[in-house]
C-alpha cells in the first residue's frame, strides 16, 4: 500500500523561529491534509489541499499541495510555545471513489518541541 | 455545533475478551472512519461506513467488525481481544455530498484500549 515519509522526526527549535516540515510519497495522493495531535487528544485539521500547486494559509500555517502530486509541506512562522506537538500528514491515494470514501494514509509525524 | 464524539475515553481489557467502542459524527457528518494509532504511531485506517455499510477496509482481520446506525453514528466491535490491540481508536466523520469538502475527515478525541 501507499505509504508517507515524513520529515524530519522531531524538531528542537527556539520560539520565534520558522519551521517547515515536509511529506513525500512515492505514488500519486489526490488529497493532502495536515493535522496537528496533542497527548491523549485526537488530531486536529489544520489545512487541507485538494489540487496539485495550492497553496494555503491557515493564521501563521501555510501548506502546499505539490505539482507532482507526491508530495506536501507544511510551514509555520514565527513559532510559539502552543505549537508543541506532533504533526501529521494525510493522505487520500489516487486513484480514489471520491466523496470521503476513502481511508486516509498517515505519514510517522513530526514532534516539535519548542524551547523558551 | 458539536464535534466528533466517542465513548468511553479509557478502557481495559484483558485477552480473549470482546469490545465495543462509539462515536457520533460531527452535525451534518453521514460517513464515519475508523482508525487505530499505536504508541508513536501515525493512524492506520480500519474501515469506513456509508448509508449504513461497510465501504471500505484496510488490513485489519475480521476480529474488528463495524456498524453504522441510521443516524449515522457507529461501532466499532473487536472480538478475541489481543495485547497488540491496544492503542488509541479514533473516530473520523466526512460532510455530506460530493464535493471535494468531502475529503476531509474530521477526528474525535479517540478511545485509549488497553489489553492486559
Known amino acids: 500500500g501507499q505509504q508517507l515519509n515524513q520529515s524530519p522526526q522531531s524538531m528542537f527549535i527556539q520560539e520565534g523561529e520558522d519551521v517547515s516540515m515536509n511529506c513525500t510519497s512515492s505514488s500519486i495522493f489526490n488529497t493532502w491534509l495536515w493535522y496537528k495531535q496533542e497527548p491523549g487528544e485526537g488530531p486536529v485539521l489544520l489545512i487541507a489541499?485538494?489540487?496539485?500547486?495550492e497553496l494555503t494559509s491557515n493564521g501563521r500555517l501555510t501548506a502546499q499541495f505539490g505539482i507532482t502530486r507526491k508530495d506536501s509541506f507544511l510551514n509555520i512562522s514565527a513559532s510559539i510555545p502552543s505549537d508543541v506537538g506532533i504533526y501529521f500528514c494525510?493522505?487520500?491515494?489516487?486513484?480514489?471513489?471520491?466523496?470521503?470514501?476513502?481511508?486516509?494514509?498517515f505519514g510517522k509525524g513530526t514532534h516539535l518541541i519548542i524551547q523558551p | 455545533d458539536a464535534g466528533v464524539t466517542q465513548s468511553p475515553t479509557h478502557l481495559i481489557k484483558t485477552r480473549g475478551q470482546q469490545v465495543t467502542l462509539r462515536c457520533s459524527p460531527k452535525s451534518g457528518h453521514d460517513t464515519v472512519s475508523w482508525y487505530q494509532q499505536a504508541l508513536g504511531q501515525g493512524p492506520q485506517f480500519i474501515f469506513q461506513?456509508?448509508?449504513?455499510?461497510?465501504?471500505q477496509r484496510g488490513n485489519f482481520p475480521d476480529r474488528f467488525s463495524g456498524h453504522q446506525f441510521p443516524n449515522y453514528s457507529s461501532e466499532l466491535n473487536v472480538n478475541a481481544l489481543l495485547l497488540g490491540d491496544s492503542a488509541l481508536y479514533l473516530c473520523?466523520?466526512?460532510?455530506?455530498?460530493?464535493?471535494?469538502?468531502?475529503?476531509?475527515?474530521?477526528f474525535g478525541p479517540g478511545t485509549r484500549l488497553t489489553v492486559l
Open positions: 473520523a466523520s466526512s460532510p455530506l455530498g460530493r464535493s471535494r469538502d468531502t475529503d476531509t475527515q474530521y
Open positions: 461506513y456509508y448509508e449504513e455499510e461497510e465501504r
Open positions: 494525510a493522505g487520500l491515494p489516487y486513484p480514489y471513489s471520491g466523496g470521503g470514501a476513502d481511508g486516509l494514509t
Open positions: 489541499l485538494y489540487k496539485a500547486g
